[in-house]
C-alpha cells in the first residue's frame, strides 16, 4: 500500500488532462495505461467541440438543440448550465495553443453537425480537433511541475470505507502484474466510455466500460446505463476498431446511398442526413440487413476537397484502396458513445464520498437518450473543471512527494476469447435494435462469462458495466433516443425520465432472468 497526498486521476484523456490542469498548484497523479494521450477517444474525435461562438448563436439555443436531440430525459439545468460556459472553454483552449480554424476576420470557422439548428462545432484543420487539442493538453501539462503521471498503469478496483472512497488498486498494462493499492484523499475518474464493449465500435481498444464498472462494483450509482450512441457512419472495411468517417461530412452535405445510388434518407426523415443520430444510424443499420450496402457519397459535395479538408478520412480511404473523389464510402452502424455511466452532479461528484467524475466515464443528464453531436468533448471540459473546483475545496492544499510504484509479481490479462465473445454479445443482443428475448440471451452469456472469470478484476469491470447495459435495456420497455426496442417500437410518455440504479439492482434482474431460464 502507498499513501499519498496527491489527487488521483483515473486515465489519460481529455478530462483527465484538462482537470489536472485545472488542480495545478494542487499535486496530482494521474494514472495513464499508455504513453500520454495514447488509447483516448479525445485525440480520436474528428468533428470538434460544440460551443456558441457566433453572433448570430447562442447558448440558449444550444441547450435547446441539446434537449431536443436527448428526447425528453436531458436534465435542462444541466444542459443551461454547460452551453453557458462553452464559449469560456474554447476561448481558454485557444489561449493555451489550440489551433482552431479561423477565417479571415479571425472569427472560429464553425462545422454544423447533425441536430444543430446553427453550424457550431469548432474545429482543427477540417478533422483533426481531438488530436490538436490533446496535443496542446499534454504540452501544458508536461510543463505543470504538480502533475505526476504514472504510464503503462491502469485502475483495476476501488478501495471503499462504507459510502467513501479511500484509494484505487492498479496494475501495470503492460504485462501482467499483481495490484498495489494507493490511498489518497480524492479519486477523479475520468476513465472514458463503454464503446469498445461491442464488437462494431468506433472506440480505442482500452475504452471498455473498465472505470465504470469499477464504480458500479464499490457501489456507485448509476445513470442511464442503456442509452448508447451507435455512429451512424463507420467505415466499413473489415477493422477493429472501425474508424469514423466524421459527421461533418454530412454536415458539408455528403449523402447516403445505397448500392441502388438511391439517397434512402430523404424518405426517413426531413432533415435526411442531418437527421438525429439513432434515426440515421438505425436507417443504415437496416439497408445493411437487406444487403443494401448503405454508403456515404462525398462526391458531389466535396470533390478533391475531401482529400484536404479531411485528413483522417483521406488516410483511411487510401488504407482501405478506396479514392473518395471517385467513388462512395462503405459504411456500417458502430457503437460509439455511452450516454450512460456513474451518476454526478454538477459538480462532478458521485454518490461516494471523495469520488469524483467527469468525461464519458459519467452520466450527468446532459446527453439524456442521444447525445447532440460534439458535446461529448465539451461535457469532458466542463466537468473536468467543475470537478477540480470542487476537489479544491474538499481537500486541502498540500505538498506530495512523487508516488514510486513498482507492481508485483502475478495477476493476468483478461481472456482474450471471453472478451470476444463478450463483444460479439453486445453487438448482437444490446445493440441499435434490441428484443427482450435478446436482452435476455446476452445477460445469460453474461453471467456465465463472469463466472468462469470470477478472479480477473478487470474483466469484471467490463461484465458489470455490460451488465447495467443489458438490464436497463430490458427493463426499459419503450424506444427512445439512443435505445430501441423492436418489441417496444414506441415511447412511453410514463418512461420520459433518467434510469438511477445500482449495480445490485441490475444484478438482481440478471438473477431473474437465469432463474427463468432453469
Ligand atoms: C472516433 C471518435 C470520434 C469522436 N468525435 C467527437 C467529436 O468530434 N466531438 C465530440 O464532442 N466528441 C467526439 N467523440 C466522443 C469524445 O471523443 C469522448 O466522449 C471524449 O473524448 C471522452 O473524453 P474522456 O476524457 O472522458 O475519455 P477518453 O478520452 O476516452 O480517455 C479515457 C482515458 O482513460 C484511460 N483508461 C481506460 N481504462 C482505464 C483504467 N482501467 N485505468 C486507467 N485509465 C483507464 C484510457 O486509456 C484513456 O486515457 C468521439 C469519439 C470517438 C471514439
Known amino acids: 500500500m502507498i499513501r499519498t497526498e496527491r489527487i488521483v486521476i483515473v486515465g489519460a484523456g481529455l478530462g483527465a488532462l484538462y482537470a489536472a490542469l485545472e488542480l495545478a498548484p494542487r499535486p496530482v497523479l494521474m494514472i495513464s495505461p499508455e504513453a500520454l494521450g495514447d488509447g483516448a477517444s479525445s485525440a480520436w474525435a474528428q468533428g470538434g467541440v460544440a460551443a456558441a461562438m457566433a453572433a448570430s448563436d447562442s447558448p440558449e439555443a444550444h441547450a435547446a438543440d441539446t434537449v431536443s436531440a436527448g428526447a425528453g430525459t436531458v436534465d435542462a439545468d444541466v444542459a443551461a448550465m454547460v452551453t453557458r460556459v462553452a464559449r469560456d472553454h474554447i476561448l481558454d483552449l485557444t489561449s493555451l495553443g489550440t489551433p482552431f480554424d479561423r477565417d479571415a476576420e479571425g472569427g472560429y470557422v464553425m462545422s454544423r453537425e447533425a441536430a444543430h439548428s446553427a453550424a457550431r462545432v469548432v474545429r482543427v484543420q477540417g478533422d483533426q480537433a481531438g488530436r490538436q487539442i490533446m496535443e496542446t493538453l499534454i504540452a501544458a501539462l508536461r510543463a505543470t511541475p504538480s502533475a505526476q503521471v504514472i504510464e503503462g498503469a491502469l485502475a483495476t478496483r476501488l478501495e471503499t470505507d462504507g459510502d467513501r472512497v479511500t484509494g484505487v488498486w492498479i496494475a501495470s498494462s503492460r504485462a501482467p502484474s499483481g495490484e498495489v493499492l494507493i490511498e489518497a484523499p480524492a479519486v477523479l475518474l475520468a476513465g472514458g466510455g463503454s464503446g469498445g464493449l461491442y464488437a462494431h465500435t468506433t472506440n480505442p481498444p482500452r475504452i471498455r466500460g473498465q472505470v465504470i464498472g469499477m464504480a458500479a462494483r464499490a457501489g456507485a450509482q448509476m445513470a442511464d446505463p442503456e442509452f448508447v450512441q451507435f455512429h451512424p457512419t463507420s467505415f466499413d472495411i473489415g477493422e477493429d476498431p472501425a474508424p469514423l468517417a466524421t459527421e461533418a461530412l454530412r454536415g458539408e452535405g455528403a449523402t447516403l446511398i445505397n448500392r441502388h445510388g438511391t439517397r434512402f434518407m430523404l424518405d426517413v426523415h426531413p432533415d435526411a442526413e442531418l437527421a438525429p443520430r439513432d434515426i440515421v444510424a438505425r436507417a443504415i443499420f437496416a439497408e445493411t440487413q437487406a444487403g443494401n450496402r448503405p454508403m456515404l457519397d462525398t ?44 451518476a454526478a452532479d454538477q459538480a462532478g461528484r458521485s454518490s461516494l464520498r471523495n469520488l469524483w467524475v467527469c468525461g464519458e466515464a459519467s452520466s450527468t443528464g446532459l446527453h439524456g437518450a442521444n447525445r447532440l453531436a460534439s458535446n461529448g468533448l465539451l461535457e469532458a471540459l466542463v466537468y473536468a473543471r467543475n470537478a477540480a473546483a470542487d476537489i479544491a475545496t474538499t481537500v486541502p492544499l498540500a505538498e506530495a512527494a512523487p508516488v514510486p510504484v513498482a507492481f508485483p509479481e502475478g495477476g493476468q490479462d483478461p481472456d482474450p476469447e471471453a472478451v470476444a465473445e463478450l463483444r460479439r454479445t453486445m453487438t448482437d443482443h444490446v445493440g441499435v435494435r434490441r428484443t427482450a428475448e435478446g436482452l435476455e440471451t446476452a445477460l445469460r452469456t453474461i453471467a456465465r462469462l463472469e463466472a468462469a472469470h470470477a478472479d480477473d478484476p478487470s474483466f ?43 449495480l445490485s439492482e441490475a444484478l438482481a434482474l440478471r438473477m431473474s432472468v437465469l432463474n427463468e431460464a432453469q
Open 299 to 342: 462526391r458531389a459535395a466535396l470533390g478533391a476537397e475531401v482529400l484536404t479538408q479531411f485528413p483522417s478520412v483521406a488516410e483511411t480511404c487510401a488504407r482501405a484502396g478506396i479514392d473518395p473523389v471517385n467513388a462512395p464510402i462503405p459504411v456500417a452502424v458502430a457503437a460509439h458513445y455511452h450516454m450512460g455511466g456513474i
Open 460 to 502: 469484471l469491470n467490463m461484465t458489470a458495466t455490460a451488465t447495467l447495459i443489458a438490464a436497463a435495456a430490458l427493463a426499459r420497455e419503450e424506444s427512445r433516443g439512443g435505445h430501441w426496442r423492436d418489441d417496444f417500437p414506441d415511447p412511453n410518455p410514463a418512461m420520459a425520465h433518467r434510469t438511477l440504479l445500482h
